[in-house]
């Protein structure tokens, strides 16, 4: 092998991995236009009246997106709120304080599911975890009344046993004392 032919070797270039030589963009000639596919330039009034309707056309469209996005926030701040609510009332139920729960939890996304809606079986989960690791978090139990015989409490206005069916309502004959031997008669 020559030396010829070791630098033919060299310097030959696969075409598949090879990039295209640097061409200085002075001296390169720009690829010829198809004139089929280039539109007519126009320059007349319709063109101008035209161009003006699309620009105030754009100018509406781009004031209704504005709108359309600020009451898109708007709405997401007030689903943000009513959720925040529902889970404070979820919350209320098991801890003293909801702050407890909000401060271990700042993002709220968590407790939102895939199809949007609160899972409030992760939020009590999540509430009774956090009592699990701080019991001092806790609710304190609802005082219940204990069960009473006294019969005081069971009367109403008026007092009067409903306790002896048996027994006839009062009536001006009872009050008065009807009974044998009166001289009191009553007449119906």
Do not use: C
């Amino acid at each position: 092998m020559t030396i010829s032919e070791t630098t033919t070797l060299a310097t030959a270039v696969d075409p598949l991995t090879a990039t295209p030589p640097p061409v200085d963009p002075l001296t390169a000639t720009p690829p010829p236009v198809d004139p089929s596919t280039t539109p007519p330039v126009v320059d007349d009034a319709d063109n101008l009246d035209g161009a003006r309707k699309l620009r105030q056309e754009n100018k509406n469209l781009r004031e209704r997106s504005k709108t359309a996005e600020t009451e898109l926030d708007g709405a997401r701040v007030e689903r943000d709120a009513l959720r925040r609510q529902e889970i404070d009332r979820i919350v209320g139920r098991e801890l003293a304080d909801v702050r407890d729960f909000t401060d271990r939890h700042g993002d709220l996304a968590e407790f939102v599911g895939d199809d949007g809606q609160l899972d409030t079986a992760a939020v009590l989960a999540a509430a009774q975890a956090l009592i699990g690791e701080r019991p001092h978090y806790a609710a304190p139990p609802v005082p219940v009344a204990p069960p009473t015989v006294r019969p005081i409490e069971s009367l109403r206005a008026g007092a009067s046993p409903i306790d002896n069916p048996s027994s006839p309502p009062p009536s001006w004959r009872t009050a008065l004392g009807h009974a044998e031997g009166s001289s009191v008669v009553f007449v119906d």
